[in-house]
């Protein structure tokens, strides 16, 4: 899964992709990029039901792996649903780019990645904040 094993190319291809994508969200209403907040907070609280970040680093890398495909099949799965809620597919996927990145201990793209996903993290809390008072 993401060819952990090709870090430096690979690592290239995989930073230049999640910018890509950040960027495309980023175009879209806040709405939906909260939608995609929603899905990296989803698959947030899964990984944290088992992992820290420094317990899934010292996994075994099968065990990384057979995580990084458990989410990589959430999103699959909530991709296939009807509706808005579709799109908190892609925060899935994001977030599972963030596992990749953990996975090689690459604490630099860490750090970038992490920014991203927290910043649609919080405009979902933030929009939830805002209907829940209406």
């Not at 010292?58 to 995580?67: D, G, H, I, Y």
């Not at 989410?71 to 899935?92: D, F, H, L, R, T």
Request: aromatic content about 10%; overall charge positive; hydrophobic content about 45%.
């Amino acid at each position: 899964m993401f060819g952990l094993f090709k870090p430096k190319d690979h690592r290239a291809e995989m930073k230049k992709d999640f910018e890509s994508m950040v960027r495309q969200i980023r175009a879209v209403d806040p709405m939906k990029q909260a939608m995609v907040g929603r899905g990296i907070a989803m698959a947030q609280d899964s990984f944290e039901k088992k992992y820290t970040k420094a317990s899934f680093q010292a996994a075994p890398m099968s065990e990384r792996t057979a995580f990084m495909d458990h989410i990589k099949q959430m999103e699959v799965a909530i991709n296939k649903q009807a509706g808005p809620i579709a799109i908190c597919s892609i925060g899935y996927g994001l977030f599972n780019r963030w596992l990749a990145a953990a996975a090689m201990s690459d604490n630099e793209l860490l750090q970038q990645f992490q920014a991203d996903l927290t910043y649609f993290k919080k405009l979902a809390e933030s929009l939830a904040g805002q209907q829940a008072a209406v």
